[in-house]
């Protein structure tokens, strides 16, 4: 029951980024959520409108990526997808894995509007 | 998560984000501001400040966490009578209501900020903040931090501790870690509680409740313990030492520990703090 908490924090997060590129309003937030997040999706999905409410974003919609759980075996190498209370290798067995994603609890994007529209351009493109 | 860059993106969902992949732009093809932060961030920022309060004094913060009645207020009070000759200690109590906590560890001659959290469910950063400022470390050796019982929401708060320990009591069953893979992922220490009751509980099998958590993929230790038997009360303390000497040789290099929970999200840090990211990125629109 803190997905009021996330919220919140979360549109902490995009009104920063809202105010740092002079937008008017925000379109749409994209997160990605992995199982091992320890938050509900579906009750953050609930209590976002709570949050952006008065906001920038209070027209903006909550775009929810599901992430998978993925581990890679230690021992063995393989990698699989896995339950969140079975985390083992799929293949041999071993409990000695490492988890590659499913876990996140991330903002991804957002998507926003300004009067010169979007930052966005080739030339200022950069690839993390 | 991490303390700056809210590095959750991994080697197995980075494809997500990069650009081109399908987070990068909107429904519509146009681009989005990529922003890749934890939702968490401005928590753990925070936290790395609390952090960095308890590492300059050279102390270790050692979060206990469980469902509610397990048994963490006893398990401080044996574990300040078992140090209290050679480590001086202080504890940060997490209830909804009350300072019935507080007020049996202050019973033990050792001091205690009482947080009551009015209906939140877990403390978080900020508040473990708020009760550094009226709790003087200055040689002070450890700090627990007796969070709010609930086997859900405080294993998603980083506090600015070093060290996660979970307790299970036998009395709530063995399958426990797969009922709340989330929180038995984050312990650095599992403490099974109430060990004096297996000679009247049938149900719990302590070997089931380890298995459970190598399921997970725990390299966590498993302790059994009863405050009233004094069953493994020398092997707590024993981690407790092993951890305020490591501690004590990471401040000694200017290093710090974060507790288990999001390993790969931390080694991910380095090496994208490392690269100078910036941390907001421009993506090129699609057609």
């Not at chain 2, 300072?99 to 009551?116: H, L, W, Y």
Request: net charge negative.
């Amino acid at each position: 029951m803190h997905e009021l908490s996330v919220c919140r924090s979360l549109i902490a997060q995009v009104e920063a980024v809202a105010i740092q590129h002079g937008a008017r309003a925000v379109r749409s937030i994209r997160i990605c959520v992995g199982p091992l997040s320890g938050i509900d999706p579906d009750l953050l999905q609930r209590t976002y409108p709570l949050a952006r409410a008065g906001t920038v974003a209070d027209t903006a919609g909550l775009i929810i990526e599901h992430l998978p759980i993925r581990v890679r075996c230690e021992r063995c190498g393989f990698e699989s997808e896995a339950a969140p209370n079975r985390l083992i290798c799929t293949r041999c067995g071993d409990w000695h894995t490492r988890l590659l994603s499913g876990d996140e609890m991330l903002l991804a994007s957002v998507e926003l509007e300004t009067d010169d529209g979007l930052p966005a351009s080739p030339d200022q493109a950069r690839i993390f | 998560m991490c303390d700056t860059c809210g590095c959750n993106i991994t080697p197995g969902n980075g494809h997500l984000v990069a650009s081109g992949g399908k987070l990068s732009r909107t429904e519509d093809g146009k681009a989005a501001v990529t922003v890749l932060r934890g939702l968490l961030d401005e928590n753990d920022l925070q936290a790395h400040h609390n952090r960095e309060h308890f590492d300059r004094h050279g102390v270790l913060a050692v979060n206990l966490m469980s469902s509610p009645g397990s048994g963490k207020t006893a398990l401080l009070e044996a574990t300040i009578d078992a140090l209290r000759h050679e480590f001086k200690l202080a504890v940060i109590e997490g209830d909804l209501e009350t300072e019935n906590d507080a007020q049996r560890v202050r019973a033990k001659g050792v001091p205690a900020i009482q947080i009551t959290t009015g209906s939140a469910c877990h403390l978080d950063a900020h508040m473990v903040h708020d009760a550094l400022h009226l709790l003087p470390l200055t040689g002070i050796d450890i700090v627990f931090i007796e969070n709010v019982g609930n086997l859900v929401c405080p294993a998603s708060f980083d506090l600015g501790h070093h060290r996660n320990v979970t307790l299970l009591s036998v009395t709530e069953g063995d399958d426990k870690p797969a009922k709340y893979p989330v929180m038995f992922r984050a312990a650095d220490l599992m403490l099974l509680t109430k060990t004096d009751l297996l000679a009247v509980l049938d149900d719990f099998d302590p070997q089931r409740a380890e298995a459970a958590l190598r399921q997970l993929a725990s390299e966590a230790p498993a302790i059994r313990l009863s405050v009233r038997s004094h069953e493994g009360l020398d092997a707590w303390t024993a981690w407790l030492r092993r951890e305020l000497s490591a501690q004590r040789q990471r401040v000694a290099q200017h290093a710090s520990a974060r507790p288990a929970g999001q390993p790969d999200g931390h080694r991910l840090h380095h090496r994208m703090a490392a690269s100078a990211r910036p941390g907001y990125v421009f993506l090129p629109a699609k057609p």
